[in-house]
């Protein structure tokens, strides 16, 4: 069965600093790999996602991740935070075999510090 | 953004009753989801369906069951509300097609069953 660890649940950092969350996967093939990201009160949208190819992804937001299969990785990171990207981030998981179905981890809170 | 809405957004029911969320789309994709989120958990996938009449239980099913007569609308219904079914609901739909192709999500609806 497919799961996903996120192994921080919250993080605090410094407005202007870098941002490193962290998610492990646990699946036998190679996996679908998303990471979204909900503020308060809203619902989840897509940051990036990993299919194939490039093991290094461009998503919104000025947002990348790595996917290390070695590793069972896939951190997302941002060079520079702002204020507005404080919120919750979500990473998923999905696969062929299990009809694409998704499976997210617990989450990461991030508070931005002035 | 997606047109996926869902209602009511927020919801405070008695435990016993019955409860019926809805999810609509204008995107006229093809999947469907329900999805529960719970502090610590993050989403739990309960129902999803991959057509019209055709659905399938998700990791968390217990409790809750769902109806898919049009393209557009997906309904999930509690039978009798618990309080352990207090959550927040997130409907999501994707185009499918062969792959995993990302899903994007509703707004979420608030349920408080006493």
């Known amino acids: 069965a497919q799961s996903v660890t996120q192994p921080d649940i919250h993080i605090t950092v410094s407005e202007g600093a870098s941002l490193e969350l962290r998610c492990n996967y646990s699946y036998g093939a190679t996996p679908y790999l998303f990471w979204y990201v909900q503020s308060p009160g809203q619902g989840l949208q897509l940051l990036l996602k990993y299919f194939s190819g490039d093991t290094l992804v461009q998503g919104i937001k000025g947002f990348e991740a790595e996917f290390k299969r070695s590793q069972s990785s896939f951190n997302l990171r941002k060079p520079s935070v702002h204020w507005s990207d404080a919120a919750e981030y979500f990473c998923a998981v999905g696969a062929r075999s299990n009809d694409y179905k998704l499976s997210f981890g617990a989450g990461t809170t991030v508070t931005v510090r002035a | 953004d997606a047109g996926i809405t869902q209602s009511p957004r927020h919801k405070v029911t008695e435990t016993g009753t019955p409860v019926t969320l809805r999810c609509h789309q204008t995107e006229n994709h093809r999947y469907m989801y329900w999805y529960r989120q719970d502090p610590g958990h993050g989403l739990r996938l309960i129902h999803y369906s991959y057509g019209v009449k055709d659905t399938d239980k998700g990791e968390v099913s217990d409790g809750y069951s769902v109806s898919r007569s049009k393209t557009e609308d997906f309904l999930l219904t509690l039978e009798s509300a618990t309080s352990s079914q207090t959550s927040v609901y997130f409907c999501?739909?994707?185009?499918?097609?062969?792959?995993?192709?990302?899903?994007?999500f509703g707004p979420g609806t608030r349920l408080t069953v006493l």
């Open positions: 999501a739909i994707s185009d499918g097609g062969g792959r995993a192709d990302t899903q994007y």
